[in-house]
């Protein structure tokens, strides 16, 4: 083939002369910082040659630089159209389509890019710009625009689908909208790409940690730690999910690694002080939260963990935990209130439409109280919605489901967005059983998305919101004039108890032969958590075995068959004077848990905080119960319990009597004895047990509240 010159119009060879002078100039003007005669001699050059790429291209790039990404555009596709085969001209205007938010195009340019072909330089340029629109990803996810985030990764996998940190990008984004399976797909994906990535083991531990496999957690956590052993995040998770499964010697060096790496790190902070919290130390624990409140004051959870902390804590009047929880009300809640008329059909007797919002509608204690309650609630007059907010849904969720009209998991949903289905759902009345512990969604209860909202069971104080309305409780654990101040909400007091207790299914008998029969001396135990357990109360424990030389005391800790657990235990029971030679500690346990009790004769309600569950549990299981009389809700959970099942006998009004009723039972073999052979039956036959009576005397309370909004909605 023979190749003939090209003949160039004389016009257009003196044009490209100036052209040049023009863009050196130019080049030499930008690096001295003389922008505008940078500029200026960019614009000379295109009025020499207006289609010169070179010419639009850096005047694309100067404009960007000094001026904004949108003008800069023109010249970006000018050059580009000039000259389509340098891929750099690609390169810079789909980025700047990114930084202007333009992805679609960006992707549809890049798109046609690399269906023209790949060269070595055209994919270079293909994971650069993969790599820029992954950082305006993360980007965007760190700014709390994770739609965005999603979209600019979807972006950088379509075009390179081995991109590892945008595959990781994807998942964290899909955990972050409760897509829980598909996050723990791409974070698999993202290790298989990247096996030796650390934070991706970590970011996997995380989502296997809210998808409730522990197990799965920490083996992905420790791997995290073992590749970076400095990798504070990862140190944080596990410590969260030892805490989780009560293995609090771990979460504590797990917690402190983690501020050690990184002292502003949050969520190890509360971490550590819900370890601390676990081993009673609580004081050391609400400081702990202080610090991760210190680290980030909009830290909710640890907001929450601290008001619960206080509850627990010996020396923080009811008062002060009030106080606490209604700053809590007005920083975070008070601003979200809607304030608009509700379109709820305002029929003071038609069918309700209840909702109860719970993390725990699963394997819980909770589930033992609300599900009789569900089972005997009239459905003519009321339907029930569940809005459960963890991801984890388990056997117990699936039995729930089916006492209710209706199920919604919004473990993914943000809570406007939560508010938004609950509203849209026309619920009358929205029920809080969770207050300020774990899964709590109270931020959405502030959004106010029913007319009437109750919080109930979970939490035994005020939540601090004023967008609630009421609270749910009995004179047993709220007795009138002492609790009103103490609240937000109105007191609402039902006519019996508050809430019912259910044996779990296969509970094991009571044992026929008490054990001081066998042993030759009375047994005391102690099943509350540690945290429940004040220094007085072990204080008036030592007091009871010094009168008694040959009782002996049982009491279950978590976590105490590890040395330096059980020497912190130690220490803490011989400075309140009890005597380590007599007292038996036991780690909790699930399976065997009911058999325990089959170990001591008697047992002691811990305070300032005294038991729940446990305190019902205690009673079907035949063992009689002492318990100490306070002022307030969590002081007077045996108050109530005892009772509701007609023992008031064992209700001590001090400490002093508190002893003396203990001891009065001990040396009493005969009473004891005849009081553990009937115990069982006394607490099905009581109003412990009344299901039927609970959910009627609900039901009214329901009926009557409606009736008051109605009342008031329609004289306003």
């Known amino acids: 083939m023979v190749h003939h010159p090209t003949a160039h119009a004389p ?37 020499a040659a207006p289609d010169h790429a070179v010419a639009h291209f850096e005047l694309g790039v100067l404009t960007s630089r000094t001026e904004a990404p949108g003008p800069a555009v023109p010249h970006f596709v000018a050059a580009l159209r000039a000259e389509p085969e340098q891929p750099r001209y690609w390169l810079a205007l789909a980025v700047t389509l990114l930084v202007l938010n333009r992805i679609g195009e960006a992707r549809a340019l890049m798109e046609q890019f690399r269906d023209r072909g790949l060269d070595d330089e055209s994919r ?36 390179d689908e081995t991109h590892a940190n945008a595959t990781h990008l994807a998942g964290a984004v899909a955990a972050t909208k409760g897509r829980y399976q598909q996050a723990f797909d791409l974070f698999s994906i993202a290790i ?93 624990a609400i400081a702990s939260f202080d610090r991760a409140l210190a680290a980030d004051p909009g830290h909710l959870t640890a907001h929450s963990n601290r008001l619960f902390a206080k509850l627990y804590a010996e020396g923080v009047p009811p008062a002060d935990y009030a ?41 819980h204690a909770l589930a033992r109280f609300i ?57 009358d009345i929205l029920v809080d059983l969770s207050g300020h512990s ?32 009421y609270r749910l409780t009995d004179s047993g654990h709220d007795a009138p004039g002492l609790s009103e101040p103490l609240h937000t909400e109105t007191v609402w007091r039902l006519p019996g108890v508050s809430a019912t207790y259910e044996a779990p299914d296969g509970i094991p008998p009571v044992r026929e032969r008490p054990p001081f029969a066998d042993n030759g001396f009375v047994t005391f135990g102690a099943m509350n958590r540690f945290e429940k357990i004040g220094d007085g109360a072990l204080e008036t424990w030592a007091e009871i075995l010094r009168v008694l030389p040959e009782a002996r005391l049982f009491m279950v800790v978590a976590d105490v068959e590890t040395p330096e657990i059980r020497a912190q235990v130690e220490a803490r029971l011989s400075q309140a004077g009890l005597p380590l030679e007599r007292i038996r500690l036991h780690p909790r346990v699930t399976a065997t848990y009911f058999e325990l009790y089959h170990t001591f004769d008697i047992a002691l309600d811990s305070f300032p905080y005294n038991g729940g569950t446990t305190s019902c549990d205690t009673l079907a299981m ?41 001891v009065a039972l001990a040396r009493d073999p005969d009473r004891l004895r005849a009081m553990r052979a009937g115990l069982r039956e006394r607490v099905f036959a009581s109003p412990l047990m009344d299901h039927p009576r609970l959910a009627a005397d609900v039901g009214e309370a329901f009926r009557t509240m409606w009736r008051r909004w109605v009342d008031a909605a329609r004289s306003a």
């Open 622 to 662: 035949g063992v009689p119960l002492i318990a100490l009389e306070g002022s307030h809700a969590v002081a007077r959970g045996g108050v109530a319990v005892l009772t509701a099942v007609g023992l008031t006998e064992f209700v001590a009004e001090t400490r002093e009597d508190y002893v003396a009723r203990a």
């Open 11 to 47: 016009g257009r060879q003196a044009a490209a002369k100036p052209v040049a002078r023009y863009l050196a100039k130019a080049a030499a003007h930008s690096a001295g910082g003389r922008i505008d005669k940078a500029r200026r001699n960019l614009q000379l050059a295109l009025e």
């Open 438 to 469: 774990a899964g709590h969604r109270l931020l959405v209860f502030a959004r106010k998305p029913a007319p009437v909202q109750v919080t109930w069971m979970g939490h035994p104080a005020t939540t601090g919101l004023r967008a609630i309305d």
């Open 192 to 284: 298989y790409r990247e096996p030796d990535n650390a934070a991706y083991f970590s970011s996997l531990g995380a989502v296997l940690i809210t998808m409730g496999d522990y197990t799965g957690a920490v083996s992905a956590l420790e791997r995290a730690v073992a590749l970076d052993p400095d990798l504070a995040i990862a140190h944080a998770n596990l410590s969260g999910v030892h805490q989780r499964v009560s293995r609090h010697s771990a979460a504590v060096t797990h917690a402190r690694r983690a501020i050690a790496l990184d002292p502003g790190l949050s969520n190890a902070h509360n971490n550590l002080g819900c370890s601390l919290k676990s081993l009673g130390r609580l004081r050391d």
């Open 371 to 427: 599900e009789p309650f569900l089972r005997h609630l009239d459905r003519t007059r009321f339907a029930a919605r569940a809005y459960m907010t963890q991801a984890a849904e388990d056997a117990v969720s699936a039995r729930l489901r089916t006492l209710f009209d209706g199920w919604h998991n919004v473990a993914g949903l943000d809570d406007d967005e939560t508010a938004d289905l609950i509203e849209a759902d026309a619920i």
């Open 323 to 363: 106080a606490d929880a209604r700053s809590f009300g007005a920083r975070f809640a008070d601003p979200l209130l809607r304030r608009r008329s509700f379109a709820n059909d305002r029929d003071p007797d038609r069918r309700l439409r209840i909702g109860f919002v719970s993390g725990d509608l699963c394997t």
């Open 124 to 159: 270079s340029v293909l994971r650069e710009f993969a790599d820029h629109a992954f950082a305006r990803g993360q980007e965007r996810y760190n700014a709390g625009d994770p739609a965005t985030a999603e979209i600019l990764a979807g972006l950088v996998i379509g075009l």
